[in-house]
């Protein structure tokens, strides 16, 4: 398998080799800190009624997909078109002529379990890069 990111070309194949894992755990783990963003950015604008675009915030999902001939992961990060919830508050500044508000389609409780989650992985992948670098270091002491 060919160093998808060209990280490690600059090395010897032995060396590039024995380098692969900690890539990939760290591939792994840029890719759940963007997850992560995706998430906070949802729950930083939960309650958010007005945009500059016009309406409530609008709930975004990363997505995570194969690049072209199986290369590297694209993460891609697409509206919930979804609708959101309506509240009853005429006297609020965004409410229709119904006197019904429209607040984001971001459910708290979801996005806190995306949250735990995208979290659980980032620390699995931060025992990978360990373990592998502790092998590493044993290697070379051989």
Known sequence: ???????????PRPVR???????????????????????????ANAE????AEGGPYRRQVATLGTG???GPSTLGVQQDTRP?????????PDANSEGFVEYPNVDINHELVDLMLARR??????SVFQAAKSMLRRALDI
């Open 121 to 126: 992985v980032h620390e699995a992948n931060v």
């Open 17 to 43: 080799q024995l380098m692969r894992p900690l890539g990939m755990s760290a591939d792994g783990m840029a890719v759940q800190q963007r997850f992560l963003e995706v998430i906070s950015r949802n729950l």
């Open 84 to 92: 959101g919830r309506l509240q009853y508050d005429p006297g609020h």
């Open 48 to 51: 958010v009624t007005r945009t």
């Open 1 to 11: 398998m060919a160093d998808p990111i060209g990280r490690f070309s600059q090395w």
């Open 68 to 70: 072209a001939d199986g």
